[in-house]
């Protein structure tokens, strides 16, 4: 079964630093891997996908993801944080279920992005 | 392109009682999630359908927990009898099988407190 780990629970970054959020998985077969960000009493929205090919993928919002297969990562990164990125992200990987469909994606515990000014 | 309908938002309700939600899937999506998320926690999903067969379905509480999706579109994720610990968010998402987005886009949400 797969799985992903978020370590940092609770990242706190000032109004444009540099943003690296991580995320582990493990899962037996090739990742489709995600990154969500959900603000308070919203849904989750996409920033970003990786199912093959180059291993840097960019986002929305100037976002950009890289995985790396040797360390099970995905990590999430941004050059330049603004004070709208503060919410939560979530890391998540999606089981492969026939055809076109992935099945159900497992997520990480999330991380909480608070951003100072 | 309108987005994952749920209703309601936020709902409260007494231990016992009965609750229903209702999702509404983009517009040609076949494949649709029901998926419980607690406070702190990321989302798990609780049940997968293509059309309206419920393929995964290995997470959801039978005892208490029931859902359908009539004709393929609409679903219905219904507890009878809410306990305690159904207190959480209810997303539901939908993704489409044709072409090759893999995308599951998600609804708001359906924050339940049961007291």
């Known amino acids: 079964a797969q799985s992903v780990t978020q370590p940092d629970i609770h990242i706190t970054v000032s109004e444009g630093a540099s943003l690296e959020l991580r995320c582990n998985y493990s899962?037996?077969?090739?990742?489709?891997l995600f990154w969500y960000v959900q603000s308070p009493g919203q849904g989750l929205q996409l920033l970003l996908k990786?199912?093959?090919?180059?291993?840097l993928v960019q986002g929305i919002k100037g976002f950009e993801a890289e995985f790396k297969r040797s360390q099970s990562s995905f990590n999430l990164r941004k050059p330049s944080v603004h004070w709208s990125d503060a919410a939560e992200y979530f890391c998540a990987v999606g089981a492969y279920a026939g055809g076109t469909s992935y099945g159900k994606l497992t997520f990480g515990q999330g991380t909480i992005l608070t951003v100072h000014p | 392109e309108a987005g994952v309908v749920q209703s309601p938002r936020y709902k409260i309700i007494e231990k016992k009682q009965p609750v229903a939600f209702w999702c509404n899937p983009i517009s040609g999506h076949n494949t649709l999630y029901w998926y419980l998320q607690n406070l702190g926690q990321g989302p798990e999903l609780l049940i997968r359908?293509?059309?309206?067969?419920?393929?995964?379905d290995s997470q959801l509480p039978k005892d208490r927990f029931s859902a359908e999706r009539l004709k393929g579109v609409d679903s219905t994720l219904k507890i009878q009898p809410a306990e305690l610990g159904d207190s959480a968010v209810y997303l539901c998402a939908s993704s489409s099988s044709s072409g090759s987005t893999y995308e599951q886009y998600f609804g708001p949400g359906t924050r339940l407190t049961v007291t």
């Open positions: 990786y199912f093959s090919g180059d291993t």
């Open positions: 359908y293509e059309n309206e067969e419920a393929v995964d």
């Open positions: 899962y037996g077969a090739t990742p489709y």
